[in-house]
């Protein structure tokens, strides 16, 4: 049989929205060593180095390991304790308008502060840092960058380390896949390019865009609306406790002084302060969980904040048989069971293998 191209044509304007691929870099207004190669330098080497943990037990790369896509393969990140949540990859980040599960953080440097001076994660307070870093070989280069350590304040200190780890995170983008690949042949209209992206893959699409409804959340090129949802995962850590999800994200980022309203936005114009400004708690945000991106899913195994499935097929078939019961928050009436067929749960995980470099 020859292979061909199976997408309508509707179906193939859906698929250009996903793209194009990789997205145009801007730097980040918010921070003023946004794409500066000395700050990326040294946040890259922060990153690595068990400085960044009050007691030296662990670094950022020790839960996001830069050989495994950013993440490891626990289902909960281990720090002083056992954490609720999985870790996400660092990929792809720049740029959103939310970090975290819970959408805690509205920019890219405060969620990588956040983790410095968690008392679960790295645990050191401001004016430890502050003394790490003085007494550490990274003295030198940070005040090249942010001049004489002694007459800043701690906690000036903390913000610039954690903006220097920002523009370092903000590198991290992945590359262009078979999917990719695929997209920019139909749009250049280039069908001996475009069949030889597997039939298997193409049919996992048109269930992602079509009965799956998989693309109401998962769209745009980074496979993610970054709104918080709830998707049918049970969000309840034992008998009595529940994690709040995006509750609880607010909860925090309202009272955080690292948001881009705050005194640390370096951005006279507040770009996108106004979503800080303009979020409400609802009690519907409970146990709702920002939309992961899917690229480069495949490499980032197991799966949901709480790492509770462990492949790419037992996320279809939770979707496949999603318990609509439990479905606890306002207006996801968009989930509902698929029933999916086994050749239909192989084609969407087909499908989803290509969002990952690996292939290509
Ligand atoms: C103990 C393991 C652990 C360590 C150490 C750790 N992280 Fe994380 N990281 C996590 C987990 C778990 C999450 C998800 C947290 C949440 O959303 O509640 C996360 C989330 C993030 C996010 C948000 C990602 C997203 O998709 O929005 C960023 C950015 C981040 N970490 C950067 C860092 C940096 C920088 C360091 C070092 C200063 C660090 N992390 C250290 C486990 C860890
Ligand atoms: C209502 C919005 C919504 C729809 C529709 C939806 N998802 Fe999701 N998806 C989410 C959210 C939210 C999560 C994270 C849930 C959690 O951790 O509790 C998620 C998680 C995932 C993950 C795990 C990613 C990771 O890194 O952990 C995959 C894979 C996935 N979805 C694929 C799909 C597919 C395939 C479909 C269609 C069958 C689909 N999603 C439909 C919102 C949605």
Redesign the pocket.
């Known amino acids: 049989m020859r292979a061909e191209v199976l997408l309508s044509a509707d179906e193939i304007e859906q698929t250009l929205s996903f793209g194009p691929w990789p997205p145009s870099f801007h730097s980040d207004p918010s921070n003023r060593v946004s794409n500066n190669a000395r700050a990326i330098a040294l946040g890259e080497a922060l990153f690595n180095d068990p400085v960044l943990s009050v007691d030296g037990a662990f670094s950022c790369a020790s839960c996001h390991d830069p050989e495994q896509a950013f993440t490891t393969p626990e289902a909960r990140a281990l720090g002083r304790v056992l954490l609720d949540r999985?870790t996400?990859?660092l990929q792809n980040l720049a740029g959103l308008r939310w970090y975290g599960?819970g959408g805690k953080s509205d920019n890219l440097w405060a969620a990588s502060l956040h983790p410095i001076i968690e008392e679960q994660e790295m645990a050191h307070n401001a004016d430890s840092l502050k003394t790490a870093i003085s007494e550490s070989t990274y003295i030198d280069e940070f005040e090249v960058l942010f001049g004489d350590i002694q007459v800043q304040d701690s906690e000036l200190v903390l913000v610039n380390i954690a903006k220097t780890l920002s523009a370092y995170l903000e590198t991290l983008a992945t590359d262009q896949t078979q999917f990719d690949a695929f997209r920019d042949a139909l749009e250049n209209q280039d069908l001996a390019a475009a069949v030889s992206y597997p039939e298997a893959a193409q049919r996992g699409l048109q269930?992602?865009i079509g009965r799956?409804?998989?693309v109401?959340?998962?769209n745009g090129p980074r496979f993610s609306?970054n709104e918080?949802?709830?998707?049918?995962?049970p969000?309840f850590l034992n008998e009595t406790e529940v994690d709040e999800?995006r509750f609880g994200g607010l909860n925090f980022l309202l009272s955080s002084p690292y948001t881009l309203d705050g005194n640390w936005n370096d951005d006279p114009n507040r770009q996108g302060a106004w979503a800080v400004r303009n979020v409400r708690r609802n009690h519907s945000d409970f146990g709702?969980?920002?939309?992961?991106?899917?690229r480069g899913?495949s490499e980032?195994a197991?799966?949901?904040?709480?790492g509770s499935?462990s492949d790419?097929n037992a996320?279809?078939r939770h979707?496949?048989k999603i318990d609509t019961e439990r479905l606890h928050a306002d207006g996801?009436a968009?989930?509902s069971e698929?029933n999916l067929s086994e050749q239909e749960i192989a084609d969407?995980v087909a499908f989803?293998v290509t969002l990952s470099k690996e292939l290509y």
């Open positions: 999985n996400p990859s599960w269930l992602f799956g409804n998989c109401l959340c998962h609306n918080f949802h709830d998707a049918g995962v969000y999800g709702t969980f920002r939309t992961p991106s899917l899913v980032t197991p799966y949901m904040h709480n499935l790419l996320v279809i979707y496949s996801e968009i989930l698929l969407l989803l």
